[in-house]
């Protein structure tokens, strides 16, 4: 199993250029979450999804969308990247269960210029 | 709404000398307590869970972590720390909230250092 992989690790941007980030899972799971990170602030989430076709705002899904079309797939759109979005994003996946671990991507850079 | 404070953002101890790391947390529902762990460069991977049942719950690579509902508390211990401990933790509370994912709520962070 690869567990939960991410594409690309790195990038870099210019401000006002689109991308997508790729997140894929092998184990099956129900629940996938997009969050960044950065210094001091811990994971914040971005928005998550609880089924094939189905998403939902997280905490700091301004300038994001998602699209969840297979259940194994969670992408991360950028529409028009701008610096305050220089950040590391990690994706995460968990079966829907109370308590159950999340399961975590190994991340990919951003830095937006 | 719930929360996670993880006290000091960097602790440094010695080589074989205790390891303590601090969360409280504010959660109106019995909570779903976490701790995870993040080498340089990786994502994050579980160190221990608190769910039900024992309020001492045992982690991988020695780690343990102690519920006190009473003091809001779930801080982590290591009784001799090694070099390869040295990373970025994250405690972290869950919901219980299916309709919402089961969000996750992840503190600060606190950097550990480890001295030869």
């Known amino acids: 199993n690869a567990g939960v992989t991410q594409t690309p690790k790195f990038r870099v941007l210019k401000t006002g250029q689109s991308m997508t980030l790729l997140c894929a899972q092998d184990m099956n799971h129900e629940y996938m979450y997009w969050y960044r990170q950065d210094p001091g602030m811990g994971l914040r989430l971005i928005h998550y999804?609880?089924?094939?076709?189905?998403?939902a705002k997280g905490e700091v899904p301004d300038g994001y969308n998602v699209s969840r079309l297979k259940k194994q797939n969670f992408l991360l759109g950028l529409e028009s990247a701008a610096p305050s979005q220089t950040s590391v994003y990690f994706c995460a996946s968990r079966r829907p269960s109370r308590g159950e671990t999340q399961y975590f991507g190994p991340g990919t850079r951003l830095l937006v210029l | 709404a719930q929360s996670v404070t993880q006290l000091g953002s960097h602790v440094s101890v010695s080589e074989g000398a205790l390891v303590l790391l601090r969360c409280n947390y504010s959660s109106s529902v019995p909570p779903y307590l976490f701790w995870y762990v993040q080498y340089p460069n990786q994502g994050l991977q579980l160190l221990l869970k608190?769910?039900?049942?024992?309020?001492l719950v045992k982690g991988i690579n020695g780690f343990e972590a102690e519920f006190k509902k009473s003091e809001t508390s779930f801080h982590l211990t290591k009784p001799s720390a090694h070099m390869s401990d040295a990373a970025e933790y994250f405690c972290a509370v869950s919901d219980n909230a299916r309709t919402g994912g089961f969000k996750t709520i992840f503190g600060a962070g606190t950097r550990l250092f480890v001295k030869a």
């Open positions: 999804s609880v089924g094939e076709g189905t998403t």
């Open positions: 608190y769910t039900t049942g024992a309020t």
